[in-house]
């Protein structure tokens, strides 16, 4: 029942604003590899989460093979991980996946925003409910998260929500 609830509260928000629009296209090998969670508007599995880090593998069939590998709560916490498969929606340039974590479930994933040289990605959701600010590296510069914050923000999403994530990088 609470899970029926979230997607219907998503929705209802979600129609008061414009969908997420994504980058005009993703160079999928290029984005394949190690990001690590800068910041997020976490799922409940991640709002406890410190050396966050998504790895996506290209698979044979085009699928993408998803690994994400935290720390739940502290730096000296067990890694837990969660691993799931990317679909890529055919037509949208491979900036929007559903990921599938539990069958039949899809979860949409957008890439809204990708720096030219594939250092830095923002994934959003046009529910505005979730979202990553990921990077190749453990941290970025201040001027650099403080600009990722303010397109998150023109996106729609409320900031205060947002969550830095603990990083002591690299990743082991």
Same mark, same amino acid.
């Not at 899970?3 to 980058?23: D, N, R, T, Y």
């Not at 998504?54 to 067990?78: C, K, L």
């Not at 720096?115 to 600010?133: F, G, L, M, P």
């Not at 201040?142 to 023109?154: G, S, T, W």
């Given at each position: 029942? /609470?899970?029926?609830?979230?997607?219907? @509260?998503?929705?209802?928000?979600?129609?008061? $604003?414009?969908?997420?629009?994504?980058?005009?296209?993703? &160079? $999928?090998?290029?984005?394949?590899?190690?990001?690590?969670?800068?910041?997020?508007?976490? /799922?409940?599995? =991640?709002?406890?989460?410190? +050396?966050?880090? =998504? /790895?996506?593998?290209?698979?044979? %069939?085009? +699928?993408?093979?998803?690994?994400?590998?935290?720390?739940?709560?502290?730096? +000296? @916490?067990?890694?837990?991980?969660?691993?799931?498969?990317?679909?890529?929606?055919?037509?949208?340039? +491979?900036?929007?996946?559903?990921?599938?974590?539990?069958?039949?479930?899809?979860?949409?994933?957008?890439?809204?925003? $990708?720096?030219? &040289?594939?250092?830095?990605?923002?994934?959003?959701?046009?529910?505005?409910?979730?979202?990553?600010?990921?990077?190749? /590296?453990?941290?970025?510069?201040?001027? %650099?998260?403080?600009?990722?914050? =303010?397109?998150?923000?023109?996106?729609?999403?409320?900031?205060? &929500?947002?969550?830095?994530?603990?990083?002591?990088?690299? =990743?082991?």
């Amino acid at each position: 029942m /609470t899970f029926g609830l979230i997607i219907v @509260s998503a929705c209802v928000h979600a129609g008061s $604003l414009p969908p997420i629009k994504p980058v005009a296209h993703v &160079d $999928l090998p290029r984005f394949m590899g190690a990001w690590y969670v800068i910041a997020t508007i976490p /799922t409940r599995f =991640e709002k406890n989460a410190y +050396n966050a880090v =998504e /790895t996506y593998t290209m698979q044979p %069939d085009g +699928n993408i093979y998803t690994a994400f590998r935290f720390n739940n709560g502290s730096f +000296n @916490s067990p890694v837990k991980a969660i691993h799931s498969t990317a679909f890529v929606k055919k037509g949208s340039g +491979n900036a929007v996946w559903g990921v599938q974590v539990l069958w039949p479930v899809k979860a949409q994933y957008v890439v809204a925003y $990708l720096k030219e &040289d594939y250092s830095q990605v923002i994934v959003a959701r046009d529910a505005r409910d979730y979202t990553w600010i990921m990077a190749r /590296t453990p941290t970025v510069s201040q001027a %650099d998260y403080d600009a990722l914050m =303010e397109r998150v923000k023109q996106l729609g999403y409320s900031l205060k &929500d947002v969550r830095k994530v603990p990083q002591q990088g690299p =990743e082991t």
